[in-house]
Each structure stands twice: as structure tokens, then as C-alpha cells.
């Protein structure tokens, strides 16, 4: 069993910078990483992959967060990061933590329950 906790989120003013953090834990000395994913989900709008990062360290971003966001993990913790800069009152939303896994042979894929992000002048 794995659990995942974001933290880092909070209220920033335009233009200013969050880094988010996304800690697993549990089960994770008999889990294989494959891939950590950050979503994020406001009112109105279906959910969207931010960015993602494979356990060998390629990044994916969304086209609107390119330039601004980094992921990164760190193996040895656990855990991943999103650094956010130049945030935008668009960038405001829960942002969700997902990581797929394999443990004892099986593929599994976890959720946090995500950390929320103000973005407000």
C-alpha cells in the first residue's frame, strides 16, 4: 500500500513562485517507480496533466506550463517536486500527485489528494 501527501500549495500573487511537494509512502521499499505525474482541476474545467517524469528522468510538460514549471524526484526521498514560476491567475487550481508503480509483479497507480493553489493579486 502507498500513500502520497502534496504539500506547497497556497496563495501567491501573480508573477510570484510555489514549489510543490509530493511525498510517498508505505510500501515504497518493495515499489518500483514507473512515472510521477502532477495534475491539476479547477471549477469548470477537466482534469490536466501538468507535467510528468519517469523514474529514468524524462520530463513532459503541458504547453501551457512549458517554460515556467520543472519536475524533478528525488529517488532517495521519495518524493517529487513541481516548481512553479511566473504564475498566472490561469495556473489556480488542486493539484494532484500520481504516481504509477509496480509492486510484486503488478502495475498499480496512486493519488494524493492534492495541495490547492491560489493565484490572486
Known amino acids: 500500500q502507498v500513500q502520497l501527501v502534496e504539500s506547497g500549495g497556497g496563495l501567491v500573487q501573480p508573477g510570484g513562485s510555489l514549489r510543490l511537494s509530493c511525498a510517498a509512502s508505505g510500501s515504497m521499499s518493495t515499489t518500483t517507480v514507473i512515472r510521477w505525474n502532477w495534475y491539476r482541476q479547477s471549477p469548470g474545467k477537466q482534469r490536466e496533466l501538468v507535467a510528468g517524469i519517469t523514474a529514468g528522468g524524462t520530463t513532459n510538460y503541458a504547453e501551457s506550463v512549458t517554460g515556467r514549471f520543472t519536475i524533478s524526484r528525488d529517488g532517495a526521498k521519495n518524493t517529487a517536486y513541481l516548481q512553479m514560476d511566473s504564475l498566472k491567475p490561469e495556473d489556480a487550481a488542486r493539484y494532484l500527485c500520481?504516481?504509477?508503480?509496480?509492486?510484486?509483479?503488478?502495475?498499480?497507480?496512486?493519488w494524493g489528494q492534492g495541495t490547492q493553489v491560489a493565484v490572486s493579486s
Open positions: 500520481q504516481v504509477w508503480g509496480r509492486r510484486f509483479g503488478q502495475r498499480f497507480e496512486y
